[in-house]
């Protein structure tokens, strides 16, 4: 860690057992100082490394196979996630840095505390388990790939083996998450650089066996047949992977030294990292026939080397589990309300991960429905992205009070009404239904005009101008939602 986050802990206290304490300003709703943060650019840079380089970056890539073959697939993957990438590396970012403020406590600004406290349900315990659970499944089969090399056994992807190696993985996550936001950095570390080693030598082995102009040449695994939807199809899935972030970074960038600190390994971590692992995924499945990443490692580097990287990258998807899983905390202990903050961190980690650890028993469900699984997420992240950025950057010019975000619902300027801002739900949903009709989230059948606009950026734009032209008409003339407030 670098000098400053050294510098940091001390205000970051633990008790006896090692838990965090109530001291530690990182595990609390209330802003975080500038002497409390512990992470600069490396830093982050680190732990966002270690985020994007896990096997669900490979899983993305296979992903990415299915609808195109090699070239088409670096160009839309480069394209949906620097899209992506920008709208999560500003809207929660930058207002979580400046402020130093829980990424859901900010959103009260815009869809009043209420709201976002339903938002943070959402998200803290549904997608962040649903995400545990495939991070968690893809362990598994890591390691029943590592036992199948080294030991004869015949552990199926999807028999009964997996799911327990996968909750091994689930309480081995509790474990490193009950010690805090220093456990976090800490093992992101160790598991960065040799993730960046384990994605550069799977590159270097498909070109020792296959010549670009052979990948090249090799078709995508299950197209539609239409080389544009196709295409289409794949940009839309890259962008939807990259707003899956959205729970995550805004918590960890709010202990970060700097705004440049927390907007900028974004792009070193995980636009750079992410398309580079993703491009890799995609000429391993092209060229040994599979989407699953961890059916690669093997023939790529022989057993000793392909054991190796399966065992690291599956250690990568526990250091994933861990950073998601301390975002969802910061969001519960903050924005719970006096019954999830009298609970302890340990024990609230616990509960934010049994979800996952009965999800792992439906390995097949959760693991082969990965296009279908991150389209929900956009569904609602995509105009979410709208509604805050439109809110933050253009309505409220970059500026909160922060005083107000913390008052009583009825003395607060962010009140609206019963502590719901129905402008922001309203543009959300219009956003979300925009995505339904454009990509079935359901058979992830796309429309005819879906293959022109994708569904992401059409969600995103219908949620932004509904919710600034509802604001300005109906919002700021009721002197609600605290648009007038002096700073």
């Known amino acids: 860690m670098s000098t400053t986050a050294a510098k940091g802990t001390p205000d970051h206290e633990v008790g006896e057992d090692g838990v965090p304490g109530v001291s530690d300003a990182t595990l609390n709703e209330l802003p975080v100082l500038r002497?409390?943060?512990?992470w600069g650019f490396w830093s982050y840079s680190s732990v966002n490394v270690g985020l994007a380089i896990a096997t669900w970056a490979f899983l993305q890539g296979g992903a990415?196979?299915?609808f195109v073959g090699a070239e088409a697939a670096i160009a839309s993957i480069v394209i949906g996630y620097g899209?992506?990438?920008l709208l999560v590396a500003l809207a929660p970012c930058?207002?979580?840095?400046?402020?130093g403020i829980e990424q859901f406590v900010s959103l009260r600004s815009t869809f009043g505390p209420n709201g976002a406290r339903i938002l943070m349900i959402m998200m803290s315990a549904l997608l962040a388990a649903a995400w545990s659970a495939v991070l968690a499944i893809m362990f598994g089969h890591a390691i029943a790939n590592v036992s199948n090399q080294l030991f004869g056994t015949r552990l199926s992807s999807g028999g009964v083996a997996v799911s327990f190696i996968g909750l091994a993985a689930i309480v081995i996550s509790w474990i490193v998450l009950?010690?805090?936001?220093?456990?976090?950095?800490?093992?992101?570390?160790?598991?960065a650089p040799g993730l960046v080693l384990v994605t550069l030598g799977m590159l270097a082995l498909i070109f020792r066996n296959t010549s670009w102009t052979e990948l090249a040449a090799v078709p995508p695994l299950d197209p539609y047949g239409d080389r544009h939807l196709d295409f289409m199809l794949a940009v839309e899935l890259n962008i939807a992977g990259g707003l899956a972030w959205w729970p995550n970074v805004g918590?960890?960038?709010?202990?970060?030294?700097?705004t440049r600190a927390a907007f900028w390994p974004n792009a070193l971590g995980l636009f750079l990292a992410s398309v580079v692992a993703a491009i890799v995924g995609v000429f391993a499945a092209l060229a040994l026939g599979s989407e699953d990443p961890t059916l690669w490692m093997v023939p790529l580097g022989g057993a000793v080397l392909g054991v190796i990287a399966l065992a690291f990258v599956g250690l990568a998807n526990v250091t994933s589990i861990v950073s998601q899983g301390y975002s969802s905390l910061v969001a519960l202990k903050g924005g719970g309300g006096r019954a999830l903050r009298g609970i302890s961190w340990t024990v609230l980690a616990a509960g934010l991960l049994l979800p996952a650890a009965v999800l792992v028993f439906f390995p097949s469900a959760v693991y082969d429905n990965y296009a279908r699984f991150v389209s929900w997420g956009a569904i609602l992240l995509a105009p979410l992205c709208g509604v805050q950025l439109v809110d933050f950057f253009i309505l409220r010019r970059?500026?909160?009070?922060?005083?107000?975000?913390?008052?009583?619902?009825?003395?607060?300027?962010?009140?609206?009404?019963l502590g719901f801002n129905p402008v922001a739900v309203v543009a959300t949903a219009a956003g979300a239904l925009t995505y339904a009709l454009l990509l079935n989230p359901v058979t992830?059948?796309?429309s005819g005009a879906f293959e022109y606009m994708t569904a992401s950026l059409p969600a995103f734009a219908v949620a932004g101008a509904l919710h600034y032209v509802l604001t300005l008409g109906v919002i700021r003339p009721l002197g609600r939602g605290g648009y007038d407030l002096r700073r």
Do not use: C, F, M
């Open 251 to 258: 918590n960890l960038s709010r202990i970060t030294t700097s």
């Open 398 to 417: 970059g500026r909160l009070d922060v005083r107000h975000l913390y008052l009583p619902q009825g003395e607060s300027g962010y009140g609206y009404w």
């Open 64 to 66: 990415v196979a299915i």
């Open 94 to 99: 930058l207002v979580t840095a400046r402020y």
């Open 35 to 38: 002497r409390e943060r512990i």
């Open 444 to 446: 992830y059948e796309p």
């Open 178 to 191: 009950s010690k805090g936001a220093v456990s976090v950095g800490w093992v992101n570390r160790i598991v």
């Open 83 to 85: 899209i992506s990438v």
